[in-house]
């Protein structure tokens, strides 16, 4: 889940910053995060098992997770910078700022808290449908829930549905107090 939360953000957050724009090919990149994001996580492992290089294992996986954990952030990030108030735009021009530096040094901390949002989101998803990994043999918290199912044993089951919660909640936690050390002051009232 770490691997494929990683990966997201990556990809996600630049994703994000152009989908910001607006235009056809932020339609595109939110029309695909959104489409991969609506397919069940159950069907996204199955079709992803014939292709070679995936299989029946973690890569699998981890590559679902991570189709899985894009639109969160992609569509957080597009959504915190078009949130931005004219005024401040205008500002950061008039300062004579260039774009790049306009976007690192007041368009993205200003939007931070959305896209915090969005890899929070983006990680609880990654911590819940992990789970799932273990019906193409990745293993993880997964095999005793489905050890359990298949033999009906419900102590089996909670062996491993627990501790998912737990790390689900423990993950939400960690992004609360992140929320509150990475986010500026001024962002938070």
Do not use: C
Not at 127 to 146: D, K, S
Not at 151 to 166: C, E, F, S, V, Y
């Amino acid at each position: 889940a770490g691997i494929s939360l990683l990966l997201p953000i990556i990809v996600g957050i630049p994703l994000g910053i152009v989908a910001s724009r607006g235009g056809p090919l932020s339609h595109v990149i939110l029309a695909i995060t959104g489409t991969v994001q609506t397919i069940p996580s159950l069907a996204l492992l199955a079709l992803l098992v014939p292709i070679p290089f995936f299989g029946i294992s973690p890569r699998t996986a981890i590559a679902a997770l991570f189709l899985y954990g894009l639109l969160p952030i992609v569509r957080n990030t597009a959504t915190g910078l078009q949130d931005i108030a004219t005024p401040i735009r205008e500002s950061a021009i008039a300062l004579g700022l260039e774009p790049f530096p306009r976007l690192w040094k007041i368009y993205l901390p200003i939007a931070s808290r959305s896209i915090l949002g969005g890899i929070k989101t983006s990680a609880v998803i990654n911590v819940g449908t992990a789970t799932l990994a273990a019906l193409i043999g990745a293993g993880g918290l997964g095999e005793p829930i489905v050890s359990g199912l298949n033999l009906m044993d419900h102590a089996t089951i909670l062996q491993g549905a627990i501790p998912a919660a737990i790390l689900a909640l423990l993950v939400q936690w960690g992004f609360e107090l992140l929320d509150r050390v990475l986010i500026p002051k001024g962002l938070r009232l």
